[in-house]
């Protein structure tokens, strides 16, 4: 899979409302933790840029989700 799908995988979950696990996320696209910090990092920009929303790392779910 290519970042530009994996990405819009990520938004579609946000934009439903869901949360992002780290280890679900990497398990199954497939990549390192660092590449999905860096997706999360460019997620974070568009969605307080475009959106005026906030992605939050929830630490008693262990997973991020929109604010």
Do not use: P, W
Not at 4 to 13: A, G
Not at 23 to 51: M, N, P
């Amino acid at each position: 899979m290519n970042k530009s799908y994996i990405l819009l995988q990520m938004y579609d979950v946000f934009r439903e409302g869901g949360g992002i696990k780290i280890s679900d996320c990497c398990g199954k696209y497939q990549i390192s933790i660092a590449t999905f910090r860096r997706y999360i990092a460019f997620l974070r920009g568009y969605f307080a840029e475009v959106h005026g929303k906030e992605i939050i790392y929830d630490a008693e779910n262990m997973q991020y989700s929109i604010k």
